[in-house]
């Protein structure tokens, strides 16, 4: 079974502090990537990430960065976290095989920014 | 318009009712079509998974896309309690894309 796990399931910070959220997955997949999801707009893509060191903005990358120093885990950070950063948080990593890709997700961060 | 379009619903059935969920979308080019389960405050996990046009059985899920008007549907069969959640579709272009298009999800309740 492909396993993304995500280092927290809830998080309160406060206005200005820097955060960071980590996932991990363990089917040594090349693709990974950060979404946030807030109801009525969906899942946004925030950045991804196609091996270690490389990066790539996604749709809504303001105010995040991200690091990939190792293949298994992805970090997002919120650099001066703000209250419209209170989101649910979801990593995913891309499983390929059979003819089929497709995503799988982490359990979520839920993320109180006060 | 957004790539993808799907009734937020919430959308309330009685147990035993075949549920019926669709979304619509507007590029062509996308030809790798999935379905997402997310129960509240989890992460999503996907369901079904077509590539092209057809239809896609498995178990009391079917998959359906129709490729000629770029419209995709999930029905559940016989629908339990347990399957009150918020689905997703989702959909890709070209093999190797690192982006899905998500539509917003439907929330389903399904009444004992």
């Known amino acids: 079974d492909v396993k993304v796990t995500q280092s927290s399931r809830y998080l309160v910070k406060r206005t200005g502090e820097k955060v960071f959220l980590e996932c991990v997955q363990d089917?040594?997949?090349?693709?990974m990537f950060w979404y946030r999801q807030d109801p009525g707009l969906g899942l946004r893509l925030i950045y991804f990430s196609y091996d270690v060191k490389m990066k790539e903005k996604g749709d809504i990358p303001e105010g995040y960065s991200v690091s990939r120093e190792k293949k298994e885990r992805f970090s997002l950070i919120l650099e001066s976290a703000s209250t419209n950063q209170t989101s649910m948080y979801l990593c995913a990593s891309i499983h390929r095989g059979r003819g089929q890709e497709t995503q799988y997700f982490g359990p979520g961060t839920r993320l109180l920014v006060l | 318009q957004k790539e993808v379009e799907q009734d937020p619903g919430p959308l309330s059935v009685p147990e035993g009712a075949i549920v019926s969920l669709n979304c619509t979308y507007s590029n062509s080019a996308f030809q790798y079509f999935m379905w997402y389960r997310q129960y509240s405050r989890k992460g999503p996990e996907l369901l079904m998974y077509?590539?092209?046009?057809g239809n896609k059985e498995d178990g009391r899920f079917t998959a359906q896309v129709d490729k000629s008007s770029k419209y995709i549907s999930l029905f559940i069969r016989d629908s339990q309690p347990s399957d009150s959640a918020t689905y997703l579709c989702a959909m890709s272009g070209l093999t190797g894309a690192n982006n899905l298009f998500f539509g917003t999800g439907t929330r389903l309740t399904v009444i004992p």
């Open positions: 089917m040594d997949h090349e693709n």
């Open positions: 077509t590539y092209s046009s």
